[in-house]
């Protein structure tokens, strides 16, 4: 049971970036999945949730991203995935994937991707 | 949406008791039950150690317990250990359907 992202990297400001998290082991269809950052030697940041199809595949963002990210997935590879647009030197971090439990808490972390927004 | 609002330090000897609280509004922890909390050691990924306020995930030590009341929720750590040092936060649904994460809090064993 596992989740790993990748696709971090340094790009430019107003530049975009796609993330990637590959989920293992677990039915990944069913469950809602979330993003969530870390700036460096800073605390957790929320960023969105999608909910699995059955409750509509929706997803909501948090004020600072809304209009520049997008939260898609694909349950045919067990994929989710996070469109970054628009990128500020302020959204750098480490971007984590997390599974959402039936109580709205993430119960499974992957490792993390980091991503530099830097001329 | 603000953070919700975590003590930056906390500290403890080994054995004892410390409590990390977590101050929100109306607008999130007064008005959900589901708070949960997270312990991140450096460098590491979070773990989920309590959610829906009080309930401990499976393989999370019975040491750890969670509480609210009104407005701000409580993580208490009972006999600490040398492990427990780490960065906890809390968490909570709040209104137009997002979540907020608290500012954190470092905890040091002594």
């Known amino acids: 049971v596992q989740l790993v992202e990748s696709g971090g990297g340094l790009v430019k400001p107003g530049g975009s970036l796609r993330l990637s998290c590959a989920a293992s082991?677990?039915?990944?269809?069913?469950?809602?999945m979330s993003w969530v950052r870390q700036a460096p030697g800073k605390g957790l940041e929320w960023i969105g949730r999608?909910?699995?199809?059955?409750?509509?595949?929706?997803?909501d963002y948090a004020a600072p991203v809304k209009g520049r990210f997008t939260i898609s997935r694909d349950d045919s590879r067990n994929m989710l995935y996070l469109q970054l647009n628009s990128l500020k030197t302020e959204d750098t971090a480490v971007y984590f994937c997390?599974?959402?439990?039936?109580?709205?808490?993430?119960?499974?972390w992957g490792q993390g991707t980091m991503v530099t927004v830097s001329s | 949406q603000s953070a919700l609002t975590q003590p930056a330090s906390v500290s403890g000897s080994p054995g004892q008791s410390i409590t990390i609280s977590c101050t929100g509004t109306?607008?999130?922890?007064?008005?959900?039950?589901?708070v949960s909390w997270y312990q991140q050691h450096p460098g590491i990924a979070p773990k989920l150690m309590i959610y829906?306020?009080?309930r401990r995930p499976s393989g999370v030590s019975n040491r750890f317990s969670g509480s609210k009341s009104g407005n701000t929720a409580s993580l208490t750590i009972s006999g600490l250990q040398a492990e427990d040092e780490a960065d906890y936060y809390c968490?909570?649904?709040?209104?137009?359907?997002?979540?907020?994460f608290g500012t954190g809090t470092k905890v040091t064993v002594l």
């Open positions: 999608i909910r699995n199809k059955i409750d509509g595949g929706t997803a």
């Open positions: 968490c909570s649904c709040s209104s137009s359907d997002t979540y907020v």
């Open positions: 082991g677990f039915p990944f269809s069913n469950d809602w």
């Open positions: 109306s607008s999130d922890v007064g008005s959900y039950s589901r």
């Open positions: 997390t599974r959402l439990n039936d109580k709205d808490a993430s119960d499974l």
């Open positions: 829906e306020g009080s």
